[in-house]
């Protein structure tokens, strides 16, 4: 039942008359060509129309969206080369958000790019995708991507609510190992397609979760109402991190998490306690020290 929390979340807020049927995302798709020079530019535009329809139109759960639901997301995609006339390299960069209650501020959840973007693609070519194969690399990262997007979004409404959706990207990189295209296997990298899902439903990592979930649905999601109460949850959870950091220091997704939260944890704790400030950048310092110098922001203010 907990896949469901996301859904009834949203509807309880929304009128009978608002309530009309759309698909999960609400997806603003990119395609730079900027880099790729002397080539026919207007397939690149043909490519993000085509990205932009596969993404927001293939039916991707089982649930019920309004318009007002949907995921807020973009899918931004850099050529880089055009290997020949279908062939492509470059990145994805995928960024998405949700809704904080009671207020009008959207919270970055997921922010990376991938650089290990190479893929085929033939103009007006319709894009399939096959949860059971890999017969695209394309469409397979996309998948991969749009069901993290969800997994992340669910796990912010339910304790481990995204299971079923990392499950899903999970499979796409099952399906990917025997390919030749780079991302999906382990020994290639510590932070790729691989590693990214393999975090995430490693049992090790659980408290990673729980912190996702805790730091949105009873932090920031209370702020609006109860300022000091949600900003204590956020300083709370994020001992759950830290136990992860002491279990595995440099961790991706714990990378990944802070590098998108940075700028989020400074507003946050920058009108909070000296105490709190203290113990919440004591421990900051330590599980992100790449970005202290910006947490260092929250103890100068008054």
Not at 133 to 156: E, F, K, P, R
Not at 281 to 293: Q, R
Request: hydrophobic share 35%; aromatic share 14%.
């Amino acid at each position: 039942m907990v896949v469901f929390s996301r859904i009834i979340f949203f509807i309880s807020f929304l009128t009978i008359g608002n309530i009309l049927v759309a698909q999960e995302l609400n997806c603003r798709v990119q395609v730079i060509s900027s880099q790729v020079q002397g080539t026919n530019k207007q397939k690149y535009e043909t490519m993000q129309t085509s990205i932009f329809e596969f993404v927001n139109n293939t039916k991707w759960t089982n649930h019920v969206y309004s318009i007002d639901e949907r995921i807020e997301c973009s899918f931004i995609i850099t050529i880089q080369k055009e290997i020949s006339a279908d062939e492509f390299e470059g990145q994805i960069q995928i960024i998405s958000s949700r809704p904080v209650f009671n207020s009008t501020y959207y919270s970055n959840l997921f922010n990376y790019v991938d650089k290990n973007f190479k893929f085929k693609y033939v103009e007006f070519q319709t894009l399939d995708f096959n949860e059971n194969t890999h017969s695209s690399n394309l469409t397979s990262i996309l998948a991969y991507y749009v069901y993290v997007v969800l997994g992340y979004d669910y796990d912010t409404y339910s304790f481990e609510g995204g299971d079923v959706f990392f499950k899903k990207a999970e499979q796409i990189v099952n399906n990917a190992q025997n390919e030749k295209e780079k991302g999906w296997k382990a020994f290639e990298s510590q932070k790729n397609r691989y590693w990214l899902i393999e975090n995430i439903l490693n049992d090790k990592y659980a408290d990673f979760r729980s912190c996702l979930y805790r730091y949105h649905r009873l932090g920031l999601d209370v702020m609006g109402e109860k300022t000091d109460e949600g900003r204590s949850e956020i300083a709370e959870c994020l001992t759950l991190a830290q136990n992860v950091h002491r279990q595995r220091p440099g961790l991706f997704i714990l990378q990944m998490f802070f590098e998108t939260k940075v700028d989020e944890l400074v507003s946050v704790f920058s009108e909070s306690f000296p105490d709190e400030k203290n113990r919440v950048y004591n421990i900051l310092k330590e599980v992100d020290p790449a970005n202290s110098a910006k947490y260092a922001k929250i103890r100068e203010t008054n």
